[in-house]
Nanobody
């Protein structure tokens, strides 16, 4: 089991930026992994935001339609850290953001993975 700790959340005005970080207790430098960011707003279902997958023969990035062109996911293997750069934030981006790590993806997102405790993002209009 991998321990994941998110940070970087906060309160910003619409149009602003934040960068979330997710530090893992173990290396992401495996031959295969699926790492992602999810979010959940009060009263709403959890939503997959972005992911990065690396397999034996393929790799890809995934973004939900709601964040395409504004959010960017990246990985620093040397620091065991997953990032989510969020630009042009909107009030509807307000949510608790969680990172997750798994060896496999399902529907482009980590499947049955480990989870962090989350970091709150609040965007005011």
């Amino acid at each position: 089991q991998v321990q994941l700790v998110e940070s970087g959340g906060g309160s910003v005005q619409a149009g602003g930026s934040l960068r979330l970080s997710c530090v893992a207790s173990a290396s992401y430098s495996y031959s295969r992994y699926c790492l992602g960011w999810f979010r959940q707003a009060p009263g709403k279902e959890r939503e997959g935001v972005a992911s990065v997958y690396r397999g034996l023969y393929t790799s890809y990035y995934y973004y939900a339609d709601s964040v395409k062109g504004r959010f960017s996911i990246s990985l620093d293997n040397a620091k065991n850290t997953l990032y989510l750069q969020m630009n042009r934030l909107k009030p509807e981006d307000t949510a608790m953001y969680y990172c997750s790590a798994s060896a496999t993806c399902r529907d482009y997102l980590p499947d049955n993975g480990d989870w962090g405790r989350g970091t709150q993002v609040t965007v005011s209009s």
